[in-house]
């Protein structure tokens, strides 16, 4: 099946510090979303992005499908930026079975 | 808008009990996934409902059931828990499309103890 990698595992940054998430994967996909787990568990939606970039706010995403990853940049980072991050794709084509990735735990301090 | 909700929040069950989560659709939604998080590991899917059926499967056994209502709403249910069962249990939602994939929106999670 579909395999998802992300890097780094661990990313610790000071406040304002600027970074950039790695998601690769391992098969075409038509769909791939980037999600932020807060401390409590909570997994909230920041991106769906097949291809292309979009961005919100501090937050960016571009997704290289013809090369199989996407990046999320972040920059002038908040301690509230804290928390893991998963970017997930499709097991197939047409499917809502997402397969996540190994995620990226971010920790921010003041 | 509501978003996804899911209750309880947290639940202690000893093994070999059963247990039953409920999730609610964000609003306008029609499929359901679950969702089994491990700790320190992404989450792993373990079933979607549309239309009152099971729709796909993961690699979870049989004591894991589920149900769809009418409203869209569901349940989680799993018999003889066991100890590996302990997880944060999310539940996801989302509109069928003609079956296109479309964005899942994730609730807050159930956090099952099993001691």
């Known amino acids: 099946g579909i395999q998802v990698e992300q890097s780094p595992p661990d990313l610790i940054l000071q406040e304002g510090a600027n970074s950039t998430l790695r998601c690769n994967f391992s098969?075409?996909?038509?769909?791939l979303q980037w999600f932020h787990q807060n401390p409590w568990g909570q997994l909230i939606n920041l991106f769906y992005?097949?291809?292309g970039t979009k961005q919100n706010g501090r937050l960016s995403a571009t997704t290289v499908a013809t090369e199989r990853y996407s990046l999320l940049y972040i920059s002038s980072s908040q301690t509230t930026d804290s928390g893991v991050y998963f970017c997930?794709?499709?097991?197939?084509?047409?499917?809502?079975?997402?397969?996540f990735g190994t995620g990226t735990r971010l920790q921010v301090f003041p | 808008d509501a978003g996804v909700t899911q209750s309880p929040t947290h639940l202690i069950k000893t093994r070999g009990q059963q247990v039953t989560l409920r999730c609610s659709p964000k609003?306008?939604?029609?499929?359901v996934s679950w969702y089994q998080q491990a700790l320190g590991q992404g989450p792993q899917f373990i079933f979607q409902?549309?239309?009152?059926?099971?729709?796909q499967r993961g690699n979870f056994p049989d004591r894991f059931s589920g149900h769809q209502f009418p409203n869209y709403s569901s349940e989680l249910n799993v018999n003889a828990l066991l100890l590996g069962d302990s997880a944060l249990y999310l539940c996801?939602?989302?509109?069928?499309?003609?079956?296109?994939?479309?964005?899942?929106?994730f609730g807050p999670g159930t956090r099952l103890t099993v001691l």
């Open positions: 996801a939602s989302s509109l069928e499309a003609g079956g296109v994939t479309d964005t899942q929106y």
């Open positions: 098969d075409s996909v038509n769909n």
């Open positions: 992005i097949p291809s």
């Open positions: 997930a794709v499709p097991k197939a084509y047409n499917t809502d079975k997402l397969i």
């Open positions: 609003s306008g939604h029609d499929t």
């Open positions: 409902y549309y239309e009152e059926e099971e729709r």
